[in-house]
């Protein structure tokens, strides 16, 4: 699920839409509570909807995500958080590599906040995995990681370049050090060939991700890492580099890492917005007051509104109210997290004129 598939989502209105956030568990035993704590929160819901639909339609407007809490292998292989979204025309089913808050919605549109800040804490990056002799790339965002094929750039060193290239220029330099000083031993000459490849997978991706804003993130040994950054120089994106080659990190783990290196980088970006909004409003040009921002944003006048995750405050009602009518007027939300960055309004907004 894409971000544009989020503001699809919020501008869907009218009808009955149930929300259904639940924290899950990707092993057992405390994965067995999942399917029960669902089958809790469908209760809550059935008895939610009582008041909004006769018991025929209600049936039939949670019969996917029955058949869900029925699927019993379903609830063996969860990630670490489940979004259920359901309205009358069909059931989104969400499985999240991040932790949600346990939470039932039922509303005249989705609350699509806490997808929200799990899809805004992971963007999009590229990360390569690369040693002295080999590479892969992978491109990761809120939807998790998949490896990226590169046609035009080959992987593996012993495909690019021919092994007895190495074997011959060993034994000539041997073969020459009776006569001169100085010849290159095996490691020397080895060193030259990692160099000669690790230029040219730099070259080879700075020209297939050249028209990507999207960064790169660079895992391998320390050696490897500081002498490929070196050699790409400003030709990647490179955001970070993490000292530990993948290969040595189980995949169930590498979310939560990339969102552990990436931490300060986000907790940086936002503080740096939080103080340009902080500018705006003192120049005018935005407002911390949640009557007039209410008040705004009916009109279209937010270009930006940034809330906290425990809504500045706000009912839950009128927070999903607020941002609707953000995103129907193309305007952004940002979620703050005020435990990572300071943030003591709560909800504020910057306007567009």
């Given at each position: 699920?894409?971000?544009?598939?989020?503001?699809?989502?919020?501008k869907?209105?009218?009808?009955?839409?149930?929300?259904?956030?639940?924290?899950?568990?990707?092993?057992?035993?405390?994965?067995?509570?999942?399917?029960?704590?669902?089958?809790?929160?469908?209760?809550?819901?059935?008895?939610?909807?009582?008041?909004?639909?006769?018991i025929?339609?209600?049936?039939?407007?949670?019969?996917?995500?029955?058949?869900?809490?029925?699927?019993?292998?379903?609830?063996?292989?969860?990630?670490?958080?489940?979004?259920?979204?359901?309205?009358?025309?069909?059931?989104?089913?969400l499985?999240?590599?991040?932790?949600?808050?346990?939470?039932?919605?039922?509303?005249?549109?989705f609350?699509?906040?806490?997808?929200?800040?799990?899809?805004?804490?992971?963007?999009?990056?590229?990360?390569?995995?690369?040693?002295?002799?080999?590479?892969?790339?992978?491109?990761?965002?809120?939807?998790g990681?998949?490896?990226?094929?590169?046609?035009?750039v080959?992987?593996k060193?012993?495909?690019?370049?021919?092994?007895?290239?190495?074997?011959?220029?060993?034994?000539?330099?041997?073969?020459?050090?009776a006569?001169?000083?100085?010849?290159?031993?095996?490691?020397?000459?080895?060193?030259?060939?990692?160099t000669?490849?690790?230029?040219?997978?730099?070259?080879?991706?700075?020209?297939?991700?050249?028209?990507?804003?999207?960064?790169?993130?660079?895992?391998?040994?320390?050696?490897?890492?500081?002498?490929?950054?070196?050699?790409?120089?400003?030709?990647?994106?490179i955001?970070?580099?993490?000292?530990?080659?993948?290969?040595?990190?189980?995949?169930?783990?590498?979310?939560?890492?990339?969102?552990?290196?990436?931490?300060?980088?986000?907790?940086?970006?936002?503080?740096?917005?939080i103080?340009?909004l902080?500018?705006?409003?003192?120049?005018?040009?935005?407002?911390?007051?949640?009557?007039?921002?209410?008040?705004e944003?009916?009109?279209?006048?937010?270009?930006?509104?940034?809330?906290?995750?425990?809504?500045?405050?706000?009912?839950?009602?009128?927070?999903?109210?607020?941002?609707?009518?953000?995103m129907?007027?193309?305007?952004?939300?940002?979620?703050?997290?005020?435990?990572?960055t300071?943030?003591?309004?709560?909800?504020?907004?910057?306007?567009?004129?």
């Open positions: 699920m894409k971000r544009t598939d989020i503001e699809k989502l919020a869907m209105k009218g009808g009955v839409f149930v929300s259904i956030y639940l924290p899950t568990h990707r092993s057992s035993p405390e994965n067995k509570q999942d399917r029960i704590r669902f089958k809790n929160l469908l209760t809550e819901v059935e008895d939610g909807l009582k008041q909004l639909l006769d025929n339609k209600t049936d039939k407007f949670l019969k996917e995500a029955t058949e869900l809490y029925q699927d019993q292998d379903f609830w063996v292989r969860t990630l670490d958080g489940l979004a259920v979204l359901i309205r009358e025309e069909g059931t989104e089913v499985e999240l590599e991040g932790i949600v808050p346990e939470r039932v919605v039922i509303s005249d549109r609350h699509l906040l806490p997808l929200m800040n799990y899809y805004e804490f992971l963007n999009e990056t590229y990360i390569l995995d690369i040693s002295k002799d080999r590479f892969k790339l992978f491109y990761g965002d809120s939807e990681i998949v490896e990226v094929e590169t046609p035009n080959i992987q060193f012993d495909e690019l370049f021919d092994d007895k290239d190495i074997q011959t220029d060993l034994h000539s330099s041997r073969a020459a050090g006569s001169f000083q100085g010849h290159q031993s095996k490691s020397e000459i080895q060193e030259k060939e990692t000669k490849y690790l230029r040219y997978v730099a070259k080879g991706l700075s020209e297939m991700l050249k028209e990507s804003d999207v960064p790169i993130m660079i895992f391998g040994t320390i050696e490897i890492v500081s002498e490929f950054r070196d050699i790409a120089n400003n030709s990647l994106k955001s970070r580099t993490v000292s530990k080659p993948i290969d040595s990190i189980h995949l169930n783990d590498l979310p939560n890492l990339l969102k552990d290196e990436l931490l300060p980088l986000y907790i940086d970006k936002i503080s740096k917005r103080e340009n902080n500018t705006e409003i003192a120049q005018g040009r935005g407002s911390e007051k949640i009557e007039e921002i209410m008040k944003s009916e009109s279209g006048r937010l270009r930006s509104l940034f809330i906290n995750l425990d809504l500045g405050g706000m009912d839950v009602l009128d927070a999903d109210k607020l941002v609707q009518d953000v129907l007027t193309d305007g952004e939300v940002v979620l703050v997290d005020d435990k990572l300071d943030f003591s309004a709560g909800v504020a907004a910057m306007y567009r004129y």
